[in-house]
């Protein structure tokens, strides 16, 4: 297929998408009777009601059909604005893993590249993570990342988020939004999402323009799982959205990794109960490699930052494992005051030699 013709191709498969009551299910199935989504949206009335489509339906279709023309123009200039593709089920660049679930999108927005062959991963989790969970997700994403596949998730806070980023460290990602992808949801992570899209790819099986509405989210987590090999959650609550897309991952026939938590953690315990179902408990990214017989890669050497000799005796005192807060560290100084010491963890914190957890306790940044 010529570009040209292709490019017409996904347009009228936007229009036809837009008519309330085609899903991508119907289009594919309008696309096979009629030999193409241009020539479904412009058949006549009688066709469609031939081929089973209840009278509304051949309504709205003839209605979507008169402006079919302005509205596949503002798609095309849209697409064209914020360097947007698209791809559609059948076409060659169309994730082949996508094209195998029981209900795959019929055309896909990206921004960035699309590798369609590529190997990947997702990573799923809550938005109200803690430090223990960002710190795994950015650990685990960096770690698979770095050995070759593809971190997929869903660019929402938390989990997701952690995930992106310790995935850009090394290598590649892809985020799958609930809606265009030319909207920034949440807003917060513009900047992330622009990184993303620079190295990887954002999509959307919505048109640019389309808000983020809470039924958008769970059917694109079937996207998410569609295009992984396994779905790895970190931290979720009992019935957290993580859940619903390790839930689509089984039925595809796909691997499902928890990682635990604490007991008493309401985040940990979708996790927990996953492990209980079957799902392969992991502690590392190495765990997770170890599936798809790839070894673990070497980790880079990093020099480590100066340290003042204030900022060393603060180091001295703390550990890998046991935050101590400031007045702990006072104590174990034996001497100094808050406003001073809090200067030495604020430098340290930004040459990342030191953490601070959600009770103010400070520790040894782990480092690779």
């Not at 596949?72 to 559609?88: F, P, Y």
Request: hydrophobic letters at 40%; charged letters at 25%; glycine letters at 10%.
């Amino acid at each position: 297929m010529e570009e040209e013709e292709r490019q017409a191709e996904h347009l009228a498969l936007a229009a036809l998408l837009r008519v309330n009551g085609i899903g991508s299910a119907a289009a594919g199935k309008l696309r096979a009777v009629f030999g193409s989504a241009r020539a479904a949206l412009h058949a006549p009335a009688d066709a469609l009601a031939q081929h089973g489509l209840p009278p509304k339906l051949v309504r709205d279709v003839q209605k979507a059909q008169k402006g079919a023309e302005a509205y596949e123009a503002q798609i095309l200039e849209t697409c064209e604005r914020g360097s947007i593709r698209m791809t559609a089920l059948g076409d060659d660049d169309y994730p082949p893993v996508l094209a195998e679930i029981f209900s795959p999108p019929a055309l896909l927005y990206y921004r960035g590249t699309l590798i369609p062959d590529a190997q990947c991963l997702a990573m799923v989790g809550s938005r109200r993570f803690s430090r223990y969970g960002e710190g795994v997700a950015k650990s685990f994403a960096e770690t698979l990342a770095r050995a070759g596949f593809t971190v997929v998730s869903g660019a929402a806070r938390g989990i997701d988020s952690a995930s992106h980023r310790g995935a850009l460290a090394s290598g590649r990602t892809v985020a799958v939004l609930g809606c265009g992808v030319d909207i920034a949801y949440p807003p917060e992570n513009r900047r992330l999402l622009a990184e993303i899209a620079e190295s990887g790819a954002v999509l959307s099986e919505y048109a640019p323009g389309t808000p983020p509405l809470p039924a958008f989210f769970p059917a694109r987590n079937r996207i998410i799982s569609g295009l992984s090999r396994g779905v790895i959650v970190i931290e979720a609550a009992e019935k957290s959205g993580s859940l619903i897309t390790a839930g689509m991952a089984v039925q595809e026939g796909r691997d499902v990794f928890a990682v635990p938590g604490s007991i008493y953690s309401p985040t940990s315990m979708g996790c927990h109960r996953l492990i209980q179902q079957g799902a392969k408990l992991v502690t590392s990214a190495a765990d997770v490699l170890e599936e798809y017989g790839v070894d673990p890669p070497k980790k880079p050497k990093q020099k480590a930052p100066a340290m003042s000799k204030e900022e060393r005796a603060v180091y001295q005192i703390l550990s890998y494992e046991h935050p101590l807060t400031i007045d702990e560290i006072i104590v174990s100084l034996d001497g100094g005051d808050a406003a001073s010491l809090s200067f030495v963890l604020l430098q340290m914190e930004l040459k990342g030699i030191v953490e601070e957890n959600d009770t103010h306790g400070y520790m040894r940044a782990k480092r690779e």
